[in-house]
């Protein structure tokens, strides 16, 4: 039971990280992408390849991973950047399948349909961290540190540009500012944390493979962000936190049939979702409906 | 005389449709320029070029004799140019004073002279100071436009396009918002093109005053012709 608790901690650390990296640009920049779990497996299987060719040090796989997460997002945000939301949207969304069909296909690097197993561990100054209550400390202090980062971000005068991106880019166009630069700029960053996510996902399960990484899971994250309430500090954490936990809490509900509970987890889950968004659009952090 | 802002032969749109076409405009030294037409003449279309967020298809756009055509807003702006966009150009989410500083930062105001740019505009439009820290959505449209009016003016603009500014306000109060940018225009040299559908609030304040038709500059004359002439009457 221990080594379950602390299983799902990690995870909701793990998807904490990308639920608050996605909340930047969605929250706050106003930039919805359907290809964040891209960026959550470019990170994972750059991490892997690290560590199973280079180094298994973390202090190198983890920047490795956000490196080429970084690049890649900049080949998204460069050309769709330019254009209005809902075709970033539509971007992301090639982007997404693109990188299913790359995951699956690389088998060099990402091992295609298979994976890659046996991923090295978290290896902080040689010391190995792979028992799930150890793990739980780093990764809740990555996660710790990614909300800082962002925190800081936001309430920057970078934040502040957001922020205003996201009420009207034509009128932060007509301040001077350069919208495009702003806005790929947070994708960037936006990415670059996903990839930590991602890193330290491919150390913790030490097995990957694309299935992680499918549109499906860029879903899930913006549900995540939506549901715990977009631009709120604690909303994306509370979105994660409910969305991993609550699909394990719905099969413990003794009263419903256990040769159903699949088809009822979807249900409860699915009607969830739309009542939560009916009477709290703002989400479950966020503004109530009409204040 | 060299005019602080000039087009020569203008062309722009949207997405391959023709918006405006062989836009000639001068703005002289401390002018107030009106530009009148009807909804969708061109009028803003002319203004966004002017200042660098559309592309021209062709012309070229010039201040104080140099070309700037390519340049974006941002060095639009350091040049001296700033916009008090339509729509007023306020951010909801954020406070007045964070739609100040965003101002400032974006055309570069030097941290060290802000403090003292914020008290030249404060006061220019005193009543800004009473709600200085609530969010811009929960403004007046009265309140909006001055702040929007304010962040224009806090990096002391040479030539301040202006975008319909008039729009949801009553002729009182839009007479009362234009007087403080009025008075820089005499006292200072701030040269005003102003675009409006309110002709005859607009042309009170004009010395020179244009109307473009389907996208072309259709007159271009004094205020006073304008007002009395029933032919011209027709064209906006």
């Known amino acids: ?291 | 005389m060299t005019p602080v802002l000039e087009t020569r032969g203008l062309a722009a749109g949207y997405g391959g449709r023709s918006v405006i076409s062989d836009i000639n405009v001068t703005l002289n030294p401390s002018e107030v320029l009106c530009v009148i037409g009807h909804n969708g003449a061109g009028k803003s279309t002319m203004l966004k070029t002017m200042f660098g967020l559309i592309s021209p298809d062709a012309g070229s756009v010039h201040i104080d004799g140099e070309d700037v055509t390519k340049l974006n807003p941002r060095d639009i702006a350091e040049l001296g140019v700033a916009m008090v966009p339509e729509g007023r150009g306020v951010f909801p989410s954020l406070s007045v004073s964070d739609i100040f500083a965003l101002g400032m930062h974006a055309v570069g105001v030097p941290k060290a002279e802000r403090a003292e740019r914020l008290e030249w505009v404060l006061g220019i439009l005193p009543a800004i100071r009473e709600f200085m820290e609530r969010p811009a959505s929960t403004l007046s449209g009265g309140q909006q436009q001055m702040v929007s009016i304010g962040r224009a003016l806090l990096p002391r603009p040479r030539i301040l396009l202006m975008d319909e500014p008039s729009i949801g306000l009553a002729p009182k109060l839009f007479q009362d918002l234009l007087a403080p940018v009025r008075k820089l225009q005499q006292e200072e040299g701030l040269s005003i093109l102003l675009v409006e559908q309110n002709v005859r609030e607009a042309l009170k304040i004009s010395d020179r005053a244009l109307v473009v038709k389907s996208g072309a500059i259709a007159w271009t004359g004094e205020p006073e012709e304008l007002a009395d002439n029933k032919r011209l009457i027709e064209l906006y």
Do not use: C
């Not at chain 1, 979807?266 to 703002?282: A, D, E, N, V």
């Open chain 1, 1 to 291: 039971m221990e080594a379950y608790i602390f299983n799902l901690l990690n995870l909701i650390a793990i998807y904490g990280i990308l639920a608050v990296s996605l909340n930047f640009i969605i929250g706050y920049a106003g930039i919805y992408s359907l290809a964040h779990a891209v960026f959550f497996g470019l990170g994972a299987y750059t991490s892997a390849w690290v560590g199973l060719n280079v180094t298994p040090s973390t202090f190198v796989t983890i920047p490795a991973a956000m490196l080429v997460a970084a690049i890649v997002s900049l080949v998204l945000a460069l050309p769709a950047l330019r254009v209005r939301g809902e075709y970033f949207v539509a971007a992301s969304l090639g982007l997404q399948v693109i990188a299913v069909t790359v995951f699956s296909e690389w088998k060099s690097f990402t091992g295609g349909i298979g994976g890659v197993l046996a991923i090295p561990p978290v290896n902080l100054f040689g010391a190995e961290i792979y028992q799930p209550r150890e793990f739980a400390i780093v990764s809740v202090i990555a996660l710790l540190i990614v909300i800082a980062i962002t925190l800081a971000l936001v309430r920057s005068s970078f934040g502040r540009n957001l922020r205003a991106i996201r009420d009207s880019e034509s009128a932060a166009a007509s301040f001077g500012k350069n919208v495009p630069l702003i806005k790929t700029v947070a994708v960037v960053i936006s990415a670059a944390l996903a990839a930590v996510a991602g890193a330290l996902y491919a150390s913790f399960i030490s097995f990957i493979n694309v299935e992680s990484f499918m549109l499906d899971t860029s879903v899930l994250l913006m549900a995540m962000v939506i549901i715990g309430g977009t631009g709120t500090f604690l909303g994306p954490l509370v979105g994660a936190a409910l969305l991993l936990i609550l699909p394990s809490a719905i099969s413990y509900l003794s009263f419903l049939p256990q040769t159903e509970i699949g088809a009822l987890q979807q249900i409860i889950y699915g009607l969830g979702m739309t009542l939560l968004m009916i009477f709290r659009p703002g989400g479950i952090v966020g503004r109530r409906s009409g204040t």
